[in-house]
């Protein structure tokens, strides 16, 4: 079973919110973990969107909108993504990483589209 | 502007080897850990290797353990991956990342572009 775990795919339409999921491996805590998320268009380099841990160890990378946020789940045992109003340029993979024993983790990626 | 460009790679057989470099500019290297992210075309990320500022932490991807080897040379401004003991599954383009700090668990800040690594007979 792989650290991270993502959906494959995501639809949504433009003007609503998107959330997305990364599920830590079971005997994994969400809890103590940093959870960094990336965003990757068609044929561009991945981009650093935000990363969270908890209300007071939050970071928004430099340019990203404020409607791009991040929060955990502690009943899934996940990370979360949401995106709220969304729009046609959001449409991207997205990846999730954490920081486990010692290496960096990614999650499969979740492709978004707004339809 | 932080520049990284990476070059070494190519076509190799199985069980070869073949050794990638980063130039980095616009920066001070020497103040930032350094990674490899690859990607096969078409699939998701993987992270290869880190290395904090001095070399003191490195760390592997358990799939590349023991056969590759990250090094950098901060007064040269470069980073390098050893890759021996080549597989099919390490086609990819390979990454030179820039850390967003000096530890290697500060996640990553700037890529570059990358440079193919294909596996086959």
């Known amino acids: 079973q792989p650290v991270l775990t993502q959906p494959t795919s995501l639809s949504a339409s433009p003007g609503t919110s998107a959330r997305f999921t990364c599920t830590l491996r079971?005997?994994?805590?969400?809890?103590?973990?940093?959870i960094y998320w990336y965003q990757q268009k068609t044929g561009s380099l991945p981009r650093y969107l935000l990363r969270?841990?908890?209300?007071?160890?939050?970071?928004?990378a430099s340019g990203v909108p404020s409607r791009f946020s991040g929060s955990k789940d502690a009943s899934s045992n996940a990370g979360l993504l949401l995106i709220s109003g969304l729009q046609s340029e959001d449409e991207a993979d997205y990846y999730c990483?954490?920081?486990?024993?010692?290496?960096?983790?990614f999650g499969g990626g979740t492709k978004l589209t707004v339809l | 502007e932080v520049q990284l460009v990476e070059s070494g790679g190519g076509l190799v057989q199985p069980g070869g080897s073949l050794r990638l470099s980063c130039a980095a500019s616009?920066?001070?290297?020497?103040?930032?850990?350094m990674h490899w992210v690859r990607q096969a075309p078409g699939k998701g990320l993987e992270w290869v290797s880190g290395i904090s500022w001095n070399s003191g932490s490195i760390g592997y991807a358990d799939s590349v353990k023991g056969r590759f080897t990250i090094s950098r040379d901060n007064a040269k401004n470069s980073l390098d991956l050893q890759m021996n003991t080549l597989r099919a599954d390490d086609t990819a383009f390979y990454h030179c990342v820039k850390g967003y700090s000096s530890s290697s668990a500060g996640s990553f800040d700037s890529w570059g572009q990358g440079t193919l690594v294909t596996v086959s007979s």
């Open positions: 990483a954490m920081w486990y024993s010692t290496t960096w983790v």
């Open positions: 616009g920066f001070t290297l020497r103040d930032y850990a």
């Open positions: 969270y841990n908890s209300d007071s160890d939050n970071q928004l």
């Open positions: 079971s005997g994994i805590d969400v809890g103590p973990h940093r």
